[in-house]
């Protein structure tokens, strides 16, 4: 699985947005190999304009969800705390999806710089990349 960060869906759903994120999020939709959680859900469905809520409320009602549980907050705060004492400041809602991907042990699509900063701090955080032309990247 890959959990699919905001940033991503943010990007995919612009009419302008860039096409290699497009077809990679199309990819990992059609491999039923995408992913998404709370503070992810929060992002784009809080920030959805008002005709878009239902529809995308109902796209999302059919992709797998990572729930929040106990072990993953207290994975965050120590994620968090292991990032401040290396200098590495990063939101705390990217700290959020980092640790459940983390325990999901699942790769993160992203094109927010937080989650390449974490990778390279040794938050012990997958990347995904799309393969050639968007295509699925099971490795």
Same mark, same amino acid.
């Given at each position: 699985?890959?959990?699919?960060?905001?940033?991503?869906?943010?990007?995919?759903?612009?009419?302008?947005?860039?096409?290699?994120?497009?077809?990679?999020?199309? %990819? +990992?939709? $059609?491999?039923?190999?995408?992913?998404?959680?709370? #503070?992810?859900?929060?992002?784009?469905?809080?920030? !959805?304009?008002?005709?878009?809520?239902? %529809? +995308?409320? $109902?796209?999302?009602?059919?992709?797998?969800?990572? #729930?929040?549980?106990?072990?993953?907050?207290?994975? !965050?705060?120590?994620?968090?705390?292991?990032?401040?004492?290396?200098?590495?400041?990063?939101?705390?809602?990217?700290?959020?999806?980092?640790?459940?991907?983390?325990? !999901?042990?699942?790769?993160?699509?992203?094109?927010?710089?937080?989650?390449?900063?974490?990778?390279?701090?040794?938050?012990?955080?997958?990347?995904?990349?799309?393969?050639?032309?968007?295509?699925?990247?099971?490795?």
């Amino acid at each position: 699985m890959v959990l699919v960060d905001s940033s991503v869906w943010i990007e995919a759903l612009r009419r302008e947005g860039d096409v290699h994120v497009k077809l990679a999020l199309e %990819a +990992l939709l $059609e491999e039923y190999e995408a992913t998404w959680c709370g #503070p992810i859900k929060l992002e784009v469905l809080g920030g !959805a304009r008002a005709q878009d809520r239902k %529809a +995308l409320e $109902e796209h999302f009602s059919c992709i797998p969800y990572l #729930p929040m549980r106990d072990t993953e907050w207290e994975t !965050a705060k120590n994620l968090a705390w292991r990032l401040r004492d290396k200098g590495c400041t990063v939101p705390w809602n990217d700290i959020l999806i980092a640790s459940l991907a983390r325990e !999901a042990e699942c790769r993160i699509y992203s094109v927010d710089k937080h989650f390449t900063l974490m990778y390279q701090g040794g938050a012990g955080i997958k990347l995904y990349e799309p393969g050639y032309g968007g295509k699925y990247n099971p490795n």
